[in-house]
């Protein structure tokens, strides 16, 4: 059975950080890339970052270049997602979902799998 689980949301100030994780089991962890997706209230989902498990290949839209990180832990098959300098527009629910094609990631269209969200706001 696939699973993707993510955790590590919660309630931080601007300026603040955190990390996400996104466990995941049940297909190859290696011949996947991992993607995390956000969609805040009334807004459509987005894609947040991607990476390549099997060359470390990574993409980052315009709004967290340089704010956010993603890695990839191919023993652990878990990717983490560093947020650093969080801003109110930050604020959503973040979810992680794998397709065997890293072009689905960059287009957020036609993943294979899905994980739960986990809940991230970003407010004083």
């Known amino acids: 059975e696939v699973q993707l689980q993510a955790s590590g949301g919660g309630l931080v100030q601007p300026g603040g950080s955190l990390r996400l994780s996104c466990a995941a089991s049940?297909?190859?962890?290696?011949?996947?890339?991992i993607g995390w997706f956000r969609q805040a209230p009334g807004k459509q989902r987005e894609v947040v970052s991607c990476i390549r498990s099997s060359d470390g290949s990574t993409y980052y839209s315009s709004s967290v270049k340089g704010r956010f990180t993603i890695s990839s832990d191919n023993v652990k098959n878990t990717v983490y997602l560093q947020m650093n300098s969080l801003k109110p527009e930050d604020t959503a629910v973040y979810s992680c979902?794998?397709?065997?094609?890293?072009?689905?990631?960059?287009?957020?269209?036609?993943?294979?799998?899905w994980g739960k969200g986990t809940q991230v706001t970003v407010s004083s």
């Open positions: 979902a794998a397709d065997d094609t890293f072009g689905s990631c960059l287009v957020n269209y036609g993943m294979d799998y």
């Open positions: 049940g297909f190859t962890f290696d011949d996947y890339a």
